[in-house]
């Protein structure tokens, strides 16, 4: 991570108000219906967001599901997600404090599907697998990853990303890391050269 958490937190913390008008590229919104789209999740599932920011894919997702938990280190961010809740009068969203390493998930709360979008690229490879790791730990059937993500070489005069505050990795980096975790990758959506989608489903055991 090239920034702290802190420092992180904060810069979008002070964004936030703006965040939803400044994410209106193409790729962006490309990227949010995939996610959406493979996320599927029934009335039976209670999903995680992670790095929800305003609550773009938890506020899509609520109406299937059981019950959303979004989780952000951006109060800011937050604040903004509840306030578009309350807004449109979906009840079954919990947003909090939360990190991929430590998202925060209420005890005894079986997670169904979590969901990332524009998110996890703040970390570096090694705190992606560890962050995977963590999801997997979670036992979820499904983890539905939208990001900026290298498909290729990048061109560095065409960067999707901030290379002072982002740290993306490329495909196979991510897709070795869910298949370590025990994830079986099912699909891989390519957006833009730097930017995609991930879908991968948890392995069965042989006793399920």
Do not use: W
């Not at 998202?103 to 996890?120: C, L, R, T, Y």
């Not at 962050?131 to 036992?139: K, S």
């Amino acid at each position: 991570m090239k920034k702290t958490i802190e420092e992180h937190a904060a810069r979008f913390s002070e964004i936030a108000s703006e965040y939803d008008e400044s994410q209106n590229s193409e790729e962006y919104r490309a990227c949010v219906s995939l996610v959406v789209h493979y996320a599927d999740p029934t009335p039976d599932d209670v999903v995680l967001d992670l790095g929800t920011g305003t609550g773009a894919i938890a506020l899509a997702l609520a109406p299937d599901a059981k019950r959303v938990i979004g989780r952000d280190i951006s109060e800011g961010m937050l604040e903004q997600a509840r306030t578009k809740a309350a807004e449109v009068g979906i009840e079954n969203i919990e947003f909090g404090v939360g990190r991929f390493r430590d998202p925060n998930v209420p005890d005894g709360e079986h997670i169904d599907v979590v969901v990332s979008n524009f998110a996890m690229h703040h970390l570096s490879d090694e705190e992606k697998r560890e962050a995977i790791r963590v999801v997997a730990d979670l036992e979820p059937k499904r983890f539905v990853l939208g990001d900026v993500m290298f498909f290729g070489e990048p061109n560095p005069d065409e960067p999707f990303y901030s290379p002072e505050v982002d740290d993306p990795s490329t495909v196979g980096v991510l897709a070795d890391a869910l298949t370590d975790a025990g994830f079986v990758l099912t699909a891989v959506e390519s957006v833009h050269e730097q930017v995609g989608v991930l879908v991968a489903e948890r392995a069965q055991s042989t006793e399920e």
